[in-house]
Every structure is written in C-alpha cells, then in structure tokens.
C-alpha cells in the first residue's frame, strides 16, 4: 500500500497569502493518479485536483497542483476565507487500493 | 441535479449489522464505479470499499475484509454496503462517492453517521 505524509499538520496563513501544501509518497504514484480534496467542518470532500495537475470542475484557478513521482504540491496563489479547511491527497495509480494522506488543516493566523 | 443520498446510518452495539444506502441522481450510474469512504470522529479519510461498474467486481480495505458486502442495484441506481460483525472502530461517517474518470472521487454524498457502542 502507497502510504502518501502530508506536510505541514498544521498551516497558519492570513487572507491574501500564499499558502504550500505538500504530499510525499513513500512509492511513486503511477501516472500521477494523485488528487487533492477540500474539506470544511460539517461538509464532504470536494475534488479540487486530479491527475496531480487538473483542476475540478469549477474549482477557481487560484488552486494549483504540482509535481510528480512521489513528491506533489498544492498551491493556493492568495487565499480567500472561504479556503481556510482541511486539505487531503490521495493517490488511485493503486486503484483500488486508494489511499489517502492524513490531511493538512489550513487555519487563519 | 447530480447528487449522491446516503441513508441508512444509526446508532448500534457492537457484533450487530446495518445495511447503508446510497441513491443516485442526475448522471447515468451505469457509467460509473461506486466506493465507499468512512471517517472516523475527527480523523482523516479512510477508503472502505469500491465495486466496479463494468463487471461488479468488489473491492474491499482488509479492516473490513469479509465484514462488509458492497453491492449494486442498476435499476434502483443504488449502492449499498451491508455491515456486519460491527466493532467501536467502526465507528465514523460513511460517505458514498462516485469514481469518475480516471479514477478520482469526484463525486461526494453528504454522508451517514454509523456508530457503534462497546
């Protein structure tokens, strides 16, 4: 099983700063199958990124994900209130072996 | 609309069984794999189960290998995951969502609360 450590736990940021997230994978994900996922209190997942590059539908382009092998990132170029949640990577390039990493949680500083 | 409504959930002693369901809306369910994903109280993400839309395969996470049944119902567009031999670990939300293609869950239900009491 590809076990996928977010970095940091914890991220504290101010509106209109960049925040980076990142995703390590402990084996490379096969064709960069990795996606990242928003989570709000009291909310479901959304799908923000897949394929380690590809924004969702409707996702504002200010997300933006990078990288590849076992190393990816997630940007956020300035971020909005509305950003401050919890992030998740998961990789499928193990279908359907999905994992997930432990999360990041974006909080206002 | 394009949606996914689980139901189904409760509160339960351990060793029981429950069956969730979730109903889907708005999108041809034939076209579409269905996983399972639960979420422990205040923890990360867990995948639990996943069938396939193509043949019916059935996938499932080892914790809870030979526990927990997923299956389909095309006519209904329904999933379901019928939980037996229940433990407090299991414990969490259960989420159903859509694997879209090629492969991410790009579709999220709001999920139902399973817990179990020791």
């Known amino acids: 099983e590809i076990v996928l450590t977010q970095s940091p736990g914890t991220l504290s940021l101010s509106p209109g700063e960049r925040a980076t997230l990142s995703c390590r994978a402990s084996q490379s994900v096969h064709s960069n199958y990795l996606a990242w996922y928003q989570q709000k209190p009291g909310q479901a997942p959304r799908l923000l990124i897949h394929?380690?590059?590809s924004r969702a539908t409707g996702i504002p382009d200010r997300f933006r994900g990078s990288g590849s092998g076992t190393d990816f990132t997630l940007t956020i170029s300035r971020l909005e209130p509305e950003d401050f949640a919890v992030y998740y990577c998961?990789?499928?390039?193990?279908?359907?072996?999905?994992?997930f990493g432990q999360g990041t949680k974006l909080e206002i500083k | 609309e394009v949606q996914l409504l689980e139901s189904g959930g409760g509160l339960l002693q351990s060793g029981g069984s429950l069956r969730l369901s979730c109903a889907a809306s708005?999108?041809?369910?034939?076209?579409?794999?269905m996983n399972w994903v639960r979420q422990a109280p205040g923890k990360g993400l867990k995948w639990v189960s996943a069938?396939?839309?193509?043949?019916?395969?059935?996938f499932y996470a080892d914790s809870v290998q030979g526990r927990f049944t997923i299956t389909r119902d095309t006519s209904r567009s329904t999933v379901y995951l019928q939980m037996n031999s229940l433990r407090a670990e299991d414990t969490a939300v259960y989420y159903c969502?859509?694997?879209?293609?090629?492969?991410?869950?790009?579709?999220w239900g709001q999920g139902t609360m399973v817990t179990v009491s020791s």
């Open positions: 969502t859509r694997i879209g293609q090629p492969g991410a869950f790009d579709l």
């Open positions: 394929g380690a590059s």
């Open positions: 069938i396939r839309h193509s043949d019916g395969a059935t």
């Open positions: 708005g999108f041809d369910f034939n076209s579409y794999a």
């Open positions: 998961q990789q499928y390039g193990s279908s359907p072996r999905y994992s």
